[in-house]
């Protein structure tokens, strides 16, 4: 139990569609990252916010966009779907960017595109 | 950019048997992290050991350890005593000192019989 939530656990979504997946965080840590894991494969990095400021970005397009609130939860919300973005969405927080080395990962929230 | 690479996409050990996981990885850092993460079916990815690069002593916990190789690149992890709990999806990760988004291999799935 590592004290990271995420709602919902499972989503169906159609295509072009818009979703908002939530994360809440530990308490105290201002730092959270979201991953996409395709089915069979390691999870690639989205995006990552510190204190509030998305703080760098992997190979996704603009539509994935997010949000962290001072409450230490978070939002990665994502427009137009399309078939490829099933997947199971991580987010995992830690300290801060540089001086603590541990992660600390959600269970994930599963989302299909149909 | 760094690359992550799990040559073994699935290997299966019986039970109080010794395993070794596979991973190597390119970077031009000098100094970084690199990790296994554990993934059950529950999907929780769950920290099992870390190796900090400027570190020569390889590390270890309870019946897990680890071969850093930096010349090489070489990162492998060894189960010893294994257990059925130790049936998982096992991921090789990579972070640099700048931010801690965390670079992926793509897995190695561990089957562990009785």
């Known amino acids: 139990e590592t004290g990271v939530t995420q709602s919902p656990t499972h989503l169906i979504k159609t295509r072009g569609q818009q979703v908002t997946l939530r994360c809440s965080s530990q308490s105290g840590h201002n730092t959270v990252s979201w991953y996409q894991q395709a089915l069979g494969q390691g999870p690639q990095f989205i995006f990552q916010?510190?204190?509030?400021?998305?703080?760098g970005r992997g190979n996704f397009p603009p539509r994935f966009s997010g949000l962290q609130f001072p409450n230490y939860s978070s939002e990665l919300n994502v427009n137009a779907l399309e078939l490829d973005d099933s997947a199971l969405y991580l987010c995992?927080?830690?300290?801060?960017?540089?001086?603590?080395?541990?992660?600390?990962f959600g269970p994930g929230t599963r989302l299909t595109v149909t | 950019a760094q690359t992550v690479t799990q040559s073994q996409p699935e290997m299966s050990v019986q039970e109080a048997e010794t395993v070794t996981l596979s991973c190597t990885y390119d970077t031009s850092e000098s100094n970084y992290y690199l990790f296994w993460y554990k993934q059950p079916p529950s999907r929780q990815m769950i920290l099992v050991i870390r190796q900090e690069a400027y570190k020569q002593q390889n590390a270890t916990e309870n019946r897990f350890s680890v071969n850093f190789q930096k010349a090489a690149k070489s990162f492998s992890l060894k189960i010893s005593d294994s257990q059925l709990g130790d049936t998982a999806m096992y991921f090789c990760?990579?972070?640099?000192?700048?931010?801690?988004?965390?670079?992926f291999g793509e897995g190695t799935q561990l089957t562990v019989n009785p």
């Open positions: 916010y510190y204190r509030e400021e998305e703080n």
């Open positions: 995992a927080s830690s300290w801060d960017l540089t001086t603590s080395y541990e992660q600390y």
């Open positions: 990760a990579f972070r640099g000192t700048s931010g801690s988004r965390l670079t």
